[in-house]
């Protein structure tokens, strides 16, 4: 089966933010490149220091699932627009794991809906990080069969 792996794009925070999601999810980097790291494009203007600095890609598993994203360099000449129609949702073990996930990552950013019981029988809240990543985190105390 296929499988769905979330890629944020961020304009010059990218390694910030995934050192902040290392922190709080554990495990380490499967791949950290910077785009300094590639070989030089025949066809490409030269590279500014700052833009080799940057994340050309990083990735890094949480439970079964692969986070990925990059910076957009500004060679692109494209402004990375972070939206509200995409959250990452993280299912907890239990509620100290959802609390500890909701506080490490919700800090410095927006809460939309603290950690609290729902009338749908799950410990639930959302937020906005510091990088403009929407997140939902979810522990249901009864799982469903389905």
């Avoid at 906005?128 to 997140?135: E, L, M, N, R, V």
């Amino acid at each position: 089966m296929a499988s769905l792996n979330p890629y944020l794009l961020f304009d010059d925070t990218c390694e910030a933010a995934f050192n902040l999601y290392k922190s709080v999810f554990g495990g380490d980097f499967i791949m950290m490149a910077k785009f300094k790291d590639m070989p030089p494009a025949e066809d490409c203007a030269p590279m500014s220091e700052a833009d080799g600095e940057k994340v050309m890609h990083v990735s890094m598993a949480i439970g079964d699932t692969y986070i990925m994203g990059s910076d957009n360099p500004q060679t692109s000449g494209e402004k990375t627009i972070m939206g509200n129609s995409v959250s990452i949702s993280i299912n907890a073990d239990s509620k100290a794991e959802a609390d500890r996930i909701f506080s490490g990552l919700s800090a410095g950013g927006k809460i939309s809906m603290a950690m609290n019981d729902t009338f749908w029988g799950a410990y639930f809240g959302m937020f906005t990080d510091k990088f403009g990543i929407h997140w939902m985190v979810n522990f249901d105390e009864k799982p469903s069969k389905a």
